[in-house]
């Protein structure tokens, strides 16, 4: 049995030192994020579990396998958040946007995920991101991209070791026929699948 005074599996206490760190790379987000147009957002560490069901999809393994949801005393579902977007995109609909109207907002701060505890993983995990919503447009994409490599460099990660790799699910319409082209490449090996796998076919 763990000591009372250990944390939890895939948790991690954070000492001065590396609150230190903590710190500088927070304050380099809250420096540089702002000069591309985002405003900081907070939203609660706990939602509605439809927040997450509705934006995530019931199909994937976070929303099967991975998230913490519990009742409370008014007998709703709530579960902490497995990742940011949900509970922004949540916020900014609560908030409105005027159509054609651009909001621009990042966040960072605690997710939590009940996966296996692993190196690398956690389940308690701090994640930064930022969203752009209500506009369309390849120019956002390529902007947000340069944003995460002004953001890496800025924490002094040199080019060398910071790879750019852009790849493409192609167009919606190309999207069903290579999909139907794996599902009859994989169906005759069915039987020799995870049951996961065999749901996700």
């Given amino acids: 049995m763990a000591a009372v005074t250990e ?4 948790t991690s206490d954070l000492h001065p030192e590396e609150c230190m760190a903590w710190r500088w790379l927070e304050s ?12 900081e957002i907070r939203t609660p560490i706990f939602e509605r579990t439809d927040v997450f069901l509705r934006s995530i ?6 929303v099967q396998k991975e998230m913490y949801t519990f009742t409370d005393r008014g007998n ?8 940011g977007t949900a509970g922004v995109m949540r916020a900014l609909a609560h908030q409105g ?9 990042y966040y960072l701060g605690p997710m939590f995920r009940g996966e296996r505890p692993a190196a690398g993983r956690k389940r308690q995990f701090h994640q930064v991101g930022v969203e752009c919503v209500g506009k369309q447009a390849p120019a956002i994409d390529v902007e947000t991209i340069q944003l995460l490599m002004h953001f890496l460099a800025e924490l002094g990660l040199p ?4 790879k750019l790799h852009l790849n493409s699910r192609g167009t919606a319409a190309d999207r069903e026929p290579v999909a139907a082209a794996l599902r009859a490449h994989f169906a005759p ?7 996961d796998c065999q749901r996700r076919l």
Wanted: glycine share 12%; aromatic share 6%; with cysteine.
């Fill in 7 to 10: 944390s939890l599996p895939g």
């Fill in 28 to 39: 380099t987000a809250h420096a540089l994020f702002p000069r591309y147009g985002y405003g």
């Fill in 57 to 62: 999809g019931d199909e994937t393994d976070i």
């Fill in 76 to 83: 709703r579902s709530l579960t902490l958040r497995p990742e």
């Fill in 97 to 105: 946007i005027p159509m054609g109207d651009e909001r621009r907002v």
């Fill in 159 to 162: 080019p060398s070791h910071a």
């Fill in 189 to 195: 090996h069915i039987g020799a699948m995870c049951e």
